[in-house]
Nanobody, 119 residues
């Protein structure tokens, strides 16, 4: 079992920055993929990006490329999502999730953290 807890959300003006954290516990994330997602009420959950824990290789949605960065602290078992140049359309609840190697979908989810970008 993996427990994930997000933090770092808040209210920020357009153009500003935030750093979200996803603290993992329960077991090592070796070989896991950790993804970041966001959701706005009434809309489908959108994948923001993901990181392969063991290699730190990252992938990003086109809408956030060049503005968001995913990284991980190996020693602390924390995954970060740095959000720069924020836009009002980045508003939503941000979730991290862990994908078990070989599984078809993310099995473990955090509770989410709200990001609100004002114009």
């Amino acid at each position: 079992q993996v427990q994930l807890v997000e933090s770092g959300g808040g209210l920020v003006q357009a153009g500003g920055s935030l750093r979200l954290s996803c603290a993992a516990s329960g077991r090592t994330l070796e070989n896991y993929v950790v993804g970041w997602f966001r959701q706005v009420p009434g809309k489908e959950r959108q994948a923001v990006g993901r990181i392969v824990w063991s290699t730190a290789i990252t992938y990003y949605a086109d809408s956030v490329k060049g503005r968001f960065t995913i990284s991980r602290d190996f020693a602390k078992n924390i995954i970060y999502l740095q959000l720069n140049s924020l836009k009002p359309e980045d508003t939503g609840v941000y979730y991290c999730a862990a994908l078990v190697p070989g599984r078809p979908k993310y099995d473990y989810w955090g509770q989410g953290t709200q990001v609100t970008v004002s114009s």
